[in-house]
């Protein structure tokens, strides 16, 4: 079964710590992104790779960091830096830039 | 600034119901996509377009490049059409409309 998946569905977050979201694809896709999404508005681009070993900052990277060190993985890490960190987390994968992109199904980061 | 916009932000209708969601958007594209996202979160693309109109049951896209303007029509629409319709603009990069809510109701 191809598909993107993301891990945890929920996670918690004490101020102050930093959180590492999964997100894992077997579509053998070359592009990933991390989008936010918060009530009312539009998803909004953290992070994206267009290939292994390289990816560029999107609109709102400050607080974030990723890394991808193989085609399947490309993590996302919240840093206490995040001011707002709130929020639904949400990765995709697609053959090419900015083509049509497979989203998996989320992470809800909570910071208590 | 805002790239795209949909229009309207909510929309509730009986099933059966021709549904149309629109989306205007104001920057140069090289396709615009449809998703759906689900009360649980998850997103899926429906329709990518750069020119003319596509169909999937009853679902229906379409696109006019001039004007910058798309539409979404669902046709025979039941309850489990409700979800959130975005509309997403591939340039340089995406650019996510807020989305439109859609209800059906039985």
């Known amino acids: 079964d191809g598909g993107i998946t993301q891990s945890p569905k929920y996670l918690f977050r004490k101020e102050g710590q930093n959180v590492t979201l999964s997100c894992e694809q077997n579509l053998n896709h070359d592009a990933m992104y991390w989008y936010r999404q918060d009530p009312g508005q539009g998803l909004r681009l953290i992070y994206y790779s267009q290939i292994v070993n390289d990816f560029q900052k999107g609109d709102i990277a400050e607080g974030y960091s990723v890394s991808r060190e193989k085609k399947e993985s490309f993590p996302l890490t919240v840093t206490s830096a995040q001011k707002n960190p709130t929020a639904f987390y949400l990765c995709?994968?697609?053959?090419?830039?900015?083509?049509?992109?497979?989203f998996g199904p989320g992470t809800r980061l909570l910071v208590l | 600034k805002n790239e795209v916009e949909q229009s309207p932000q909510n929309l509730t209708a009986q099933e059966g119901e021709f549904i149309t969601i629109n989306c205007s958007y104001s920057v140069g594209i090289s396709a615009l996509h449809w998703l759906q996202q689900h009360p649980g979160g998850g997103i899926v693309s429906l329709f990518m377009l750069s020119s003319g109109k596509k169909k999937h049951g009853r679902l229906i896209a379409t696109i006019n490049i001039q004007e910058k303007h798309s539409s979404l029509h669902i046709t025979a629409s039941h309850p489990r059409d409700s979800a959130v319709y975005i509309c997403?603009?591939?340039?340089?990069?995406?650019?996510f409309g807020t989305g439109t809510s859609l209800t059906v109701i039985p």
């Open positions: 995709a994968s697609s053959i090419g830039p900015w083509e049509t992109q497979y």
């Open positions: 997403a603009l591939a340039g340089n990069q995406f650019y």
